[in-house]
């Protein structure tokens, strides 16, 4: 599976830069919901702490100040009634501590809502068990002090009664384990203020190390992703302009226009690229046109006679051999010959150039008077062939007669009269190559033979 992804990457660099770039954003997406959900554990547990916590401490501490004075207030009791002190004196003390023990109830009250609070808002999100344990002591601790008021405040009534000695003793017992419990509740109660207070440090750095590391490792990968796709470029973009370098050494120097500027260099390496590559696609887009130019040339060179314009006998022998394909099929094809009367007198009465010039005469006329598709060969000397296909045998005729009065009626200043002689004949089914021409050499020597400028079909 993680071959099949790896190898799926590593055939597109877009692939790659892409694959890259996911695994980056996805980086930062765990960091940014990391940072999310930490944030918001942080922020309750610090609301826990500024609206449970602190207000929570603020209580205990009252608490403690109103524990200390009720043992002053208890102790001037116990020593009142020791002296026995008469009841006018001890009531005063009385009332002071049985106001005393209402603001201890009231301030034990608070530190019960608060925690109370905080567990039905869900506030207190941690140590729950603790916070309900904490909540019963404190309903124990309240009973035992409604009973403690009781007592104090039935001596306060009736000092004098016979149950006050037997009241005393109970309130006595009661005060000692009042104490103790209410000195286990703070410090139950200071012990779950200060775990949530460690607790929310601890994730306030446990924040900071986390996502410290987490940012760093983001900075990292995101410097290797851009390391790594600038090598990627810059590798491949050096690979490919010294090859686009060779090839432009390779290929011959371009012809410099007049008034033609060295080429600007580009921006960047993408705009340089895009500039070498220009010029090599010039070079040989120009290269292509000449090429196939000179491939044309070399072509009319190796197909033309030089002379007349006409194409030569290494171009007859490939058109012949298809006339004669078509003409098995079935295609009416004819083979004209012909060649210029007494050529050698022209030559000799006129000279060579004259001659050459009637040869080119000779074939202008007969490219002006036949179609395109029509190819006329020049075979040697004064000898020419025209090939005919799907013309009607009296048609090829007509041509072959029109050519002759051409010829005949032709007259061109500077350039002696001049005839030709001509065989006709049509491919028949029973022919091959050397039949078909024989024949219409025979209709040619016939022509010669008869006394020349005509047409004879055979
Ligand atoms: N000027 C010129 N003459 C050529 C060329 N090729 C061949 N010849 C001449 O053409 C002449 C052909 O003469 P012959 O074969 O005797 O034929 P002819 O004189 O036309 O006589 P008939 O064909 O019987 O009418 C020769 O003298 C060749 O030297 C050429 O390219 N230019």
């Excluded at 006018?88 to 209402?102: E, N, S, T």
């Excluded at 987490?214 to 010294?242: D, K, M, N, P």
């Excluded at 000449?290 to 190796?302: D, T």
């Excluded at 091959?432 to 016939?446: C, G, H, M, T, V």
Aim: proline share 2%; hydrophobic share 40%; charged share 25%.
């Amino acid at each position: 599976m993680t071959q099949s992804i790896l190898h799926w990457i590593s055939e597109s660099i877009t692939r790659k830069i892409g694959g890259l770039s996911t695994l980056l954003l996805s980086f930062i997406f765990v960091v940014i919901v990391y940072s999310i959900v930490k944030l918001t554990q942080i922020g309750a547990e610090m609301r826990e702490v500024a609206e449970i916590d602190i207000p929570l401490t603020e209580v205990i501490a009252e608490i403690e100040v109103l524990q200390l004075q009720k043992h002053i207030l208890f102790e001037k009791l116990r020593l009142g009634r020791d002296a026995q002190l008469a009841a006018a004196v001890i009531k005063p003390q009385l009332a002071a501590f049985m106001d005393h023990g209402v603001q201890l109830s009231r301030q034990v009250e608070k530190a019960e809502q608060l925690i109370h609070r905080g567990l039905s808002t869900a506030q207190i999100a941690e140590e729950v068990a603790e916070h309900k344990r904490v909540l019963s002591a404190i309903e124990h601790f309240q009973i035992l002090r409604q009973e403690y008021l009781q007592k104090a405040g039935e001596l306060f009534n009736k000092p004098e009664a016979e149950t006050a000695a037997a009241n005393w003793l109970r309130l006595e017992t009661l005060d000692e384990q009042l104490d103790s419990l209410a000195e286990r509740l703070l410090l139950d109660i200071e012990a779950l203020t200060e775990d949530i207070a460690k607790n929310a440090e601890r994730h306030e750095q446990e924040f900071f190390i986390v996502n410290t590391s987490l940012g760093v490792s983001a900075f990292l990968i995101g410097i290797y992703v851009t390391w790594y796709i600038i090598r990627s470029f810059r590798r491949r973009l050096g690979y490919i302009q010294t090859q686009i370098a060779r090839l432009n050494q390779s290929l011959a120097p371009a012809p410099k226009e007049p008034g033609e500027d060295e080429p600007q260099r580009g921006q960047d390496e993408l705009s340089e690229l895009a500039r070498d590559v220009q010029q090599v696609v010039e070079r040989f887009s120009s290269e292509m046109v000449n090429r196939h130019e000179m491939e044309k040339q070399l072509i009319q060179l190796a197909t033309t006679d030089k002379l007349t314009g006409a194409f030569n006998r290494h171009k007859w022998e490939d058109c012949l051999a298809m006339e004669l394909e078509y003409g098995r099929r079935g295609v009416p094809v004819h083979l004209l010959m012909l060649d210029l009367d007494h050529f050698k007198a022209i030559n000799d009465n006129h000279g060579h150039d004259v001659g050459d010039q009637v040869l080119q005469q000779a074939v202008k006329l007969l490219k002006e008077h036949v179609r395109q598709s029509d190819s006329l060969f020049r075979l040697g000397g004064e000898e020419f062939a025209l090939l005919f296909r799907q013309h009607d045998s009296q048609d090829v005729l007509a041509i072959a007669e029109k050519i002759r009065l051409l010829f005949e009626t032709d007259k061109v200043p500077g350039l002696p009269y001049f005839t030709a002689s001509l065989g006709l004949t049509r491919f028949l089914p029973q022919d091959d190559r050397e039949s078909f021409i024989k024949r219409a050499d025979q209709a040619l020597y016939r022509s010669k033979q008869d006394g020349r400028n005509r047409v004879t079909v055979l």
